[in-house]
């Protein structure tokens, strides 16, 4: 009976501490808006509501991704509580992946990058009349993948916490080189360019003041560069600007099947065909979303691909098959969520989206890791019951509000980017209220431009931009520990942790380099790449 | 030699020139090139020791690592197999035109310093001639050239000019570089977000943007 008594404390520890989140979210406050004082305002739930409503517009939206849409909002969040701060911004994540579905049905255009495979099945329904019940189980499956993947949350994270609780520099250090490496692993294209992006981001993340000697480094005396380089500057350019202008360079195309949404309540037969791949690919995506460099974006080919290999219904995958939907739908949701695990223990990034949630956290003054769940329970669990509410009301909304969101999509690019630019300039600006951001912003808008020309994907630098400083720090106290002996970052007896940490990164780095396994990866992204 | 993928030949090299800049201006330039100059051309920061790293540690063996992975990029880009239309880079613009733009950029900076004037001015007067030059030399980079114009004008237009103004600036300035610009279409919109960005940021958000220019005594929106 042991064991049934520690599986009885461990559930009820996870209730007990969901019910802290529950208790922050729907916490009552008091605030003032334009010179009016309000009391009794559930204000997280609101912006929760915001943050999961903006994430389904530009979800909807093809041409705006959530990386550029969280950096936008990064600066309004100054001004507000760090739960609420990233309660809305963890919405955008996850509400993205509901709108990016609808866009992928109805216009055959991944409005999100992870609905990409979605397109496929998607379309095809609509193409036959069942838009509706393409778009039905979409949301459902994605509701019930948020459902699951927060309660995974809920259970993996704090005992993850307690073993990174005991992580000192050397620990720490391997696992960011374990983060980029894999990071680069599932990064599209060239490994070796990959690295090289990774590096420079690890490279202008040291631009600034060092914080151990007090030496400038790297800012050409202009005083405005003595705290760095502003994290939100960097990717707003090398996404929000470089997005644009390569947007515009292709002739808008888009053709909408709005008439023929029809009834979206799927048929009995749909039921019985779309339950068991909307677990499977809850699974798989919750699995590939805790991976570094995982993330909504894998979670949804795997599912696809799994999908596609044991569905006895295979010869309709492309043709409209509703599994074909329903698997990445549930994984792409299900990845975005467990992803802020290794945020939320770890401190560390697995995708662009989560470095831009570290980045929230330090301007609001907290130091991502795995003290803030023993620190700041409030912030923590509120986060993870936000996610549970958030799909709550994405389901409950979305399928209503449909219609609104066909609409959105007839909106014309030319409407749409000169509004994001002066937000992107607005928010920019407001950082230091210096003109000097917003100049380095044009200047990352041009690099992030040039990379993608020459096929260096912009999400590695970002990781490597966020891990810089914290790395360096690492390795220095780990040095200082260690007497200057670099061998204290391989020694399996007296550190196995970050012996393994770097084993894993090596074995990883040796396998995509050798040449059979690379080609099966360069033919499984270039399959990616026709869908 | 024949480059046979574009792509990875001007990839590498601009790691390796991102690489080698970092760990020059980290260690220094060296001896004898401080005896030409006369005195140390870049001073450079402590290395220190594996123990206490100076500032100069952890970016020298990084920047190395960059600048030797670009060389490898670089070189592979005289043997690599993928040729034809994968290979080919696709930009609108050559490395020479960079240069010029980057140019016309230092030159107003150390042009504005010379006369007095704030460098506000360089900024926005070097976006107009670069904007100008890229529409009637180079058409095929107007979206490029005036988006991120159009990032600039905003920058140093709002302290001088106020948030009305600078947003107009940039809807026209960036519409202008899309496909099509239709003046009416251009002229609402611009209309609506000034009106949404006083109302959310100044009025809701309160950041500290000046609504009018700096010269209008008693501006109408408070």
């Given at each position: 009976m042991e064991w049934f008594n520690e599986m009885y404390v461990f559930v009820a520890k996870v209730f007990q501490n969901l019910g802290i989140g529950f208790v922050e979210v729907f916490k009552l406050q008091s605030m003032t808006l334009w010179g009016y004082s309000l009391s009794h305002v559930p204000f997280n739930i609101i912006m929760c509501l915001i943050g999961v409503l903006l994430g389904t517009l530009i979800g909807v939206l093809?041409?705006?991704g959530p990386v550029a849409t969280i950096a936008m909002l990064l600066p309004v969040?100054?001004?507000?509580?760090p739960v609420a701060a990233l309660i809305m911004l963890a919405g955008i994540y996850y509400g993205a992946q509901y709108g990016g579905s609808t866009t992928a049905i109805l216009?055959?255009?991944?409005?999100?990058?992870?609905s990409v495979v979605t397109c496929l099945d998607g379309y095809q329904m609509a193409r036959q009349g069942r838009a509706g019940p393409a778009l039905a189980v979409a949301a459902l499956g994605s509701f019930f993948a948020g459902c699951v993947s927060t309660l995974i949350v809920a259970m993996f994270a704090p005992p993850l916490a307690e073993v990174a609780l005991k992580f000192g520099p050397a620990e720490y250090f391997s696992l960011m080189v374990l983060g980029l490496v894999s990071a680069v692993v599932l990064a599209h294209g060239s490994l070796i360019k990959a690295i090289s992006m990774v590096i420079l981001g690890l490279l202008l993340g040291?631009?600034?003041?060092?914080?151990?000697?007090?030496v400038l480094r790297?800012?050409?005396?202009?005083?405005?560069l003595a705290d760095g380089i502003g994290f939100v500057t960097v990717a707003m350019g090398m996404f929000g600007i470089a997005e644009i202008i390569g947007n515009l360079e292709q002739k808008e195309h888009r053709e909408v099947f709005t008439s023929k949404v029809g009834s979206l309540w799927p048929s009995k037969e749909d039921w019985k065909r779309f339950w068991a791949p909307t677990i499977r690919g809850t699974m798989l995506g919750s699995a590939l979303g805790?991976?570094?460099?995982?993330?909504?974006l894998l979670a949804s080919f795997g599912a696809y691909t799994l999908e596609k290999k044991i569905?006895?219904?295979?010869?309709e995958f492309g043709k409209g098959a509703i599994e074909g939907v329903a698997a990445p739908e549930s994984a792409n949701n299900a990845g975005a969520q467990t992803s802020f695990i290794p945020l939320l223990t770890?401190?560390?990034?697995?995708?662009a989206v989560m470095a831009l949630m570290i980045g929230a956290m330090m301007i609001q003054g907290i130091a991502p890791g795995p003290q803030v769940m023993t620190e700041r329970p409030q912030l923590f669990w509120g986060m993870i019951a936000s996610m549970w509410v958030g799909n709550l009301m994405l389901v409950v909304l979305n399928l209503p509000l449909i219609g609104m969101w066909i609409k959105l999509l007839t909106v014309p690019y030319r409407i749409l980017y000169p509004s994001i630019l002066v937000f992107m300039s607005v928010g920019v600006f407001s950082?230091?209220?210096?003109p000097f951001d917003c100049f380095l912003m044009a200047l990352f808008g041009l690099l992030g431009y040039v990379c993608v020309k020459l096929e260096c994907e912009p999400a590695p630098l970002i990781l490597g931009f966020i891990l810089g400083p914290l790395m360096e720090e690492n390795l220095r106290r780990a040095m200082l520990l260690s007497r200057g002996d670099p061998t204290v970052f391989v020694d399996p007896v007296a550190k196995p942790i970050s012996f393994s940490f770097l084993l894993v990164s090596a074995v990883l780095l040796v396998i995509i380099a050798l040449p059979a396994l690379r080609k099966t990866r360069d033919e499984a992204f270039a399959a990616e790449e026709q869908a | 030699m024949q480059i046979k993928n574009p792509k990875d030949f001007w990839a590498g090299l601009m790691f390796f020139v991102f690489g080698a800049a970092f760990v020059v201006i980290a260690v220094g330039t060296p001896d004898f090139i401080n005896r030409i100059w006369g005195d140390k051309l870049i001073p450079g920061y402590q290395i220190g020791s594996?123990?206490?790293?100076?500032?100069?540690y952890f970016p020298v063996v990084l920047g190395g690592l960059l600048a030797v992975l670009g060389a490898i990029i670089f070189f592979r880009s005289f043997v690599s197999h993928i040729s034809g239309d994968a290979a080919v880079?696709?930009?609108?613009?050559n490395i020479i035109d960079l240069a010029i733009a980057a140019g016309i950029f230092v030159v107003a900076t150390f042009a504005a310093k010379m006369l007095g004037i704030s460098n506000d001015y360089a900024m926005l007067g070097s976006a107009l001639i670069l904007s100008v030059l890229a529409i009637v030399f180079?058409?095929?980079?107007k979206a490029l050239v005036l988006i991120l114009a159009s990032g600039l004008a905003f920058a140093y237009l709002l302290k001088p000019l106020g948030l009305v103004i600078a947003s107009i600036a940039v809807v026209f300035i960036s519409a202008y570089g899309g496909h099509e610009f239709k003046w009416k279409e251009v002229a609402i919109l611009s209309l609506v977000l000034v009106i949404f960005s006083v109302l959310v940021f100044v009025k809701g958000l309160t950041l500290p943007f000046p609504i009018c220019p700096d010269f209008v005594e008693s501006c109408p929106i408070r």
């Open positions: 093809p041409g705006i969040t100054f001004s507000l509580s216009v055959n255009l991944p409005g999100e990058s992870s040291l631009v600034g003041t060092d914080v151990n000697s007090g790297f800012a050409f005396g202009v005083s405005e805790i991976l570094p460099g995982g993330g909504a569905s006895k219904y295979s010869h770890l401190g560390i990034p697995s995708n950082i230091s209220n210096q | 594996a123990v206490r790293m100076g500032p100069a880079v696709k930009l609108p613009f180079r058409p095929e980079t």
